[in-house]
């Protein structure tokens, strides 16, 4: 009885392997990937897309692994557009010719950039390569380590799985022990002897469900940590590129090689935030920057400076083409030019205090650089026929050691944020005009007056129209507001547009649009101004309707 029941738990023992193999769950094939591991020497890497550039920017490659520098950040440089970062290493080494790795750095690395200098020791940089990832894959102490743990790994889980195995047949064994087989006669057993087996037969299953379960936690734990290894075998660069420092070295003893290199992917911008004190009328302006990058690197602890330089690959002065005129007005493709300015000379390098760490995931940092604190000329200005409000602009004039950059300022008023705005390029001594909001201790009221349409002899129409603006100071000082409005100008014979007197005269601008005036009011504490303005409008009747939606 027994034998055939051991020979039933053991007529499919494939399906039982199957079984094991599901209840593992693993991403990857183990008796695959066992064999792969058996192998003395690794299989050739294919080329990989998307590496290293080659003098220009590349597209930014994100290895399926997080890089695993084996050296020291020491200190990063952000231009506009892209970073120079510097790695050290202090390794020990024999005399004569010997390599240093950097292993672990970015995908997006311009090759060109590349440079290494020795801090210390008695040694001579005699080459710097990058390792391109193609190829067959160098066995370094790296690889054969992380091979070893594979190997282990591998091995562990290969013992877990015949551990499942054997649990699953012992739960076959279990299932088929009541059975009793064809043509057997058996007699009754008793209900005690019943109970008794049924108890066993459940302390059994419970014992062997937990084994089972045990034993799967046990094989997800071991996959999750063989998979990354068995990517790192299999992608030379999955935790990042390697660049081989060529030394002739001197004397045996400890050698400190520092690694320089340009890498695409990081950036920063400024953003200002301008603070006006009502009460002194003085302006604070401070500059940040949002330094940014998504190389993948981790900048830990990093010395952190940030450059305005915007570098051009070749630096040429540009050179124009002819510039060609024809029929069709000016032939644009005629002003191309060749070659490129590189904005590098002269530029600006901030050196950020203290020390940074800003990760590689597209992750942003704003940085304090700069403040000034100056006097500003306040000037109030409303145009009602837009909005009532009347707005403050501040005059500052920038007397920083380098122009300020183009960006976004945040306007404040005492501690109250008030709106957003841009500037452009502004030089050192340039003036700089600041908005900061509302000033709502002044009162704007435009109101419809008056408005009348007659019927000419001709078939043609009159309307007359009049506005009354009104301008209320609330502050406990005079104010000085500007006001501009307009009426309309036409562009065809057969509409005529004459302007009423106003009630003030408007200031004289030159440049001022078509049928745009403005008013400077001078305010006392608590008074008010009026403004009134008027035009009348002559047009054909048939055009009264759309004078109407154009007037009103």
């Given at each position: 009885?027994?034998?055939?029941?051991?020979?039933?738990?053991?007529?499919?023992?494939?399906?039982?392997?199957?079984?094991?193999?599901?209840?593992?769950?693993?991403?990857?094939?183990?008796?695959?990937?066992?064999?792969?591991?058996?192998?003395?020497?690794?299989?050739?890497?294919?080329?990989?897309?998307?590496?290293?550039?080659?003098?220009?920017?590349?597209?930014?490659?994100?290895?399926?692994?997080?890089?695993?520098?084996?050296?020291?950040?020491?200190?990063?440089?952000?231009?506009?557009?892209?970073?120079?970062?510097?790695?050290?290493?202090?390794?020990?080494?024999?005399?004569?010719?010997?390599?240093?790795?950097?292993?672990?750095?970015?995908?997006?690395?311009?090759?060109?950039?590349?440079?290494?200098?020795?801090?210390?020791?008695?040694?001579?940089?005699?080459?710097?390569?990058?390792?391109?990832?193609?190829?067959?894959?160098?066995?370094?102490?790296?690889?054969?380590?992380?091979?070893?743990?594979?190997?282990?790994?591998?091995?562990?889980?290969?013992?877990?799985?015949?551990?499942?195995?054997?649990?699953?047949?012992?739960?076959?064994?279990?299932?088929?022990?009541?059975?009793?087989?064809?043509?057997?006669?058996?007699?009754?057993?008793?209900?005690?002897?019943?109970?008794?087996?049924?108890?066993?037969?459940?302390?059994?299953?419970?014992?062997?469900?937990?084994?089972?379960?045990?034993?799967?936690?046990?094989?997800?734990?071991?996959?999750?940590?063989?998979?990354?290894?068995l990517t790192k075998l299999r992608d030379p660069v999955a935790t990042g590129m390697t660049v081989r420092v060529d030394l002739d070295v001197a004397a045996e003893g400890s050698v400190d090689v520092a690694l320089r290199y340009c890498v695409y992917g990081a950036s920063w911008q400024p953003a200002y935030s301008a603070r006006l004190d009502p009460d002194s009328n003085m302006v604070t302006l401070e500059t940040?920057?949002?330094?940014?990058?998504?190389?993948?690197?981790?900048?830990?602890?990093?010395?952190?400076?940030?450059?305005?330089?915007?570098?051009?690959?070749?630096?040429?002065?540009?050179?124009?083409?002819?510039?060609?005129?024809?029929?069709?007005?000016?032939?644009?493709?005629?002003?191309?030019?060749?070659?490129?300015?590189?904005?590098?000379?002269?530029?600006?390098?901030?050196?950020?205090?203290?020390?940074?760490?800003?990760?590689?995931?597209?992750?942003?940092?704003?940085?304090?650089?700069?403040?000034?604190?100056?006097?500003?000329?306040?000037?109030?200005?409303?145009?009602?026929?837009?909005?009532?409000?009347?707005?403050?602009?501040?005059?500052?004039?920038?007397?920083?050691?380098?122009?300020?950059?183009?960006?976004?300022?945040?306007?404040?008023?005492?501690?109250?944020?008030?709106?957003?705005?841009?500037?452009?390029?502004?030089?050192?001594?340039?003036?700089?005009?600041?908005?900061?909001?509302?000033?709502?201790?002044?009162?704007?009221?435009?109101?419809?007056?008056?408005?009348?349409?007659?019927?000419?002899?001709?078939?043609?129409?009159?309307?007359?129209?009049?506005?009354?603006?009104?301008?209320?100071?609330?502050?406990?000082?005079?104010?000085?507001?500007?006001?501009?409005?307009?009426?309309?100008?036409?562009?065809?014979?057969?509409?005529?547009?004459?302007?009423?007197?106003?009630?003030?005269?408007?200031?004289?601008?030159?440049?001022?649009?078509?049928?745009?005036?403005?008013?400077?009011?001078?305010?006392?504490?608590?008074?008010?101004?009026?403004?009134?303005?008027?035009?009348?409008?002559?047009?054909?009747?048939?055009?009264?309707?759309?004078?109407?939606?154009?007037?009103?």
């Amino acid at each position: 009885m027994v034998l055939f029941l051991i020979a039933a738990a053991f007529a499919n023992p494939n399906a039982y392997a199957e079984e094991a193999k599901a209840r593992m769950k693993l991403s990857f094939d183990l008796d695959e990937v066992q064999g792969e591991l058996a192998m003395p020497a690794p299989a050739a890497a294919a080329p990989r897309a998307g590496g290293a550039a080659s003098g220009r920017q590349a597209a930014v490659y994100v290895p399926p692994l997080p890089l695993e520098p084996n050296s020291i950040l020491d200190r990063v440089m952000v231009l506009r557009d892209r970073a120079i970062v510097t790695r050290t290493r202090a390794v020990k080494l024999s005399s004569g010719a010997q390599r240093v790795r950097f292993e672990g750095l970015p995908l997006s690395i311009d090759t060109t950039t590349l440079a290494a200098e020795l801090r210390g020791g008695r040694a001579k940089v005699v080459g710097v390569e990058l390792v391109s990832g193609s190829g067959d894959v160098e066995e370094t102490e790296r690889i054969l380590e992380t091979r070893k743990n594979a190997v282990e790994l591998g091995a562990k889980l290969g013992v877990v799985r015949d551990q499942i195995e054997a649990l699953l047949m012992q739960r076959a064994y279990l299932d088929g022990a009541l059975l009793t087989p064809n043509g057997e006669a058996r007699p009754a057993p008793s209900l005690d002897v019943v109970k008794g087996t049924l108890g066993w037969l459940g302390e059994a299953e419970r014992d062997l469900a937990a084994k089972l379960r045990e034993n799967e936690d046990k094989a997800q734990k071991l996959g999750e940590e063989l998979e990354p290894l068995l990517t790192k075998l299999r992608d030379p660069v999955a935790t990042g590129m390697t660049v081989r420092v060529d030394l002739d070295v001197a004397a045996e003893g400890s050698v400190d090689v520092a690694l320089r290199y340009c890498v695409y992917g990081a950036s920063w911008q400024p953003a200002y935030s301008a603070r006006l004190d009502p009460d002194s009328n003085m302006v604070t302006l401070e500059t940040n920057a949002v330094v940014a990058q998504s190389t993948g690197e981790m900048w830990t602890n990093a010395t952190l400076q940030l450059s305005t330089a915007s570098p051009v690959v070749g630096g040429a002065a540009p050179q124009l083409n002819a510039w060609i005129l024809d029929e069709s007005g000016v032939d644009a493709g005629s002003l191309a030019v060749s070659g490129a300015a590189a904005s590098g000379a002269g530029a600006r390098v901030f050196d950020v205090e203290g020390r940074r760490t800003i990760a590689g995931d597209g992750s942003q940092a704003s940085i304090p650089l700069t403040s000034q604190k100056a006097p500003t000329v306040l000037s109030l200005a409303t145009v009602p026929r837009v909005t009532p409000e009347v707005f403050r602009t501040a005059a500052v004039t920038w007397t920083g050691e380098s122009p300020l950059l183009p960006g976004a300022v945040a306007s404040f008023v005492g501690g109250d944020y008030v709106g957003s705005a841009n500037i452009v390029a502004v030089a050192p001594g340039e003036a700089l005009n600041l908005g900061f909001g509302v000033d709502d201790r002044i009162r704007v009221d435009r109101r419809l007056v008056s408005r009348k349409v007659e019927h000419l002899m001709g078939g043609r129409t009159r309307t007359t129209v009049r506005y009354k603006t009104t301008v209320h100071n609330y502050a406990k000082v005079a104010q000085v507001v500007r006001l501009t409005d307009q009426v309309p100008v036409s562009q065809i014979d057969r509409i005529t547009v004459s302007l009423a007197e106003p009630s003030l005269a408007p200031v004289v601008d030159p440049e001022a649009p078509a049928g745009v005036s403005s008013w400077q009011l001078a305010l006392p504490a608590g008074g008010e101004m009026v403004v009134e303005t008027g035009f009348t409008v002559t047009a054909p009747r048939e055009l009264q309707s759309r004078m109407d939606q154009m007037l009103f």
